[in-house]
């Protein structure tokens, strides 16, 4: 089966500029996560999808980090404004029953 | 407050020895432990898991034991091989009020290097 897709691989910005990551889940995986790699540190879940609605966001900031998943499959995740703070690898997985957590490549953020 | 902790940032093992990747965790509710192993521009892939009315859990060369009395566990690797060296992280979750597994809880990951 395909894996987890994401785009972009690598992105580097400014601060206080935008960003935005796409995710497309492993086909029929009905839950998708987005997790924040800070270097040296384990992933941490920033936002939790079943199908098209959500889960858990209790750690995603939201006053600038958002997201969506649009019919039930693809997701993006938006950083506006960003912070230096926000430099970081972020991956997406999906799964179909817990413990078949699949992630994706991630996408490496640098904001300078 | 980090729930899993994974106190050794790095090991280096001769290949063909064994490598033994320790974890530990502080919430007593957690009842679901995974291993991940991450290469370099990767995501983490899935290596082997563990239920806590479990204390082994065997597959190859990968062996997961849990102490749920000491809140630890540990992976091993017999006999590692240079392919192995990664970064391995230790993830754990609990089953919330409604009985569904909670979301994983990552710690912050040993990086192992297997020498030829």
């Known amino acids: 089966e395909a894996g987890v897709a994401q785009s972009p691989r690598y992105k580097i910005i400014e601060k206080r500029q935008s960003v935005a990551f796409w995710c497309n889940p492993i086909?029929?995986?009905?839950?998708l996560y987005w997790y924040q790699q800070i270097l040296g540190q384990g992933p941490k879940l920033l936002i939790q999808?079943?199908?098209?609605?959500?889960?858990?966001d209790s750690q995603l900031p939201k006053d600038r980090f958002s997201a969506e998943r649009l019919k039930g499959v693809d997701s993006t995740l938006k950083i506006q404004p960003a912070k230096l703070e926000d430099s970081a690898v972020y991956l997406c997985?999906?799964?179909?029953?817990?413990?078949?957590?699949?992630f994706g490549s991630g996408t490496r953020l640098t904001v300078v | 407050d980090q729930q899993v902790k994974q106190n050794s940032p790095s090991l280096s093992v001769q290949e063909g020895r064994i490598s033994i990747l320790n974890c530990d965790y502080t919430?007593?509710?957690?009842?679901?432990f995974l291993w991940y192993k991450k290469y370099p521009a990767e995501g983490p892939t899935f290596l082997i898991s563990?239920?806590?009315?479990?204390d082994k859990n065997e597959d190859g060369r990968f062996t997961v034991f849990l102490n749920k009395s000491a809140k630890h566990l540990s992976l091993h690797i017999v006999p590692s091989q240079p392919g192995d060296s990664a970064v391995y992280f230790c993830?754990?979750?609990?089953?919330?009020?409604?009985?569904?597994?909670?979301?994983?809880?990552f710690g912050k990951g040993t990086k192992l290097s297997v020498k030829p």
């Open positions: 563990i239920s806590s009315i479990k």
């Open positions: 919430n007593s509710m957690f009842d679901y």
């Open positions: 993830a754990a979750s609990a089953r919330d009020y409604g009985g569904s597994q909670g979301n994983l809880i």
């Open positions: 086909s029929g995986h009905a839950t």
């Open positions: 999808f079943q199908n098209n609605g959500v889960v858990d």
């Open positions: 997985a999906s799964s179909y029953e817990m413990g078949g957590y699949t």
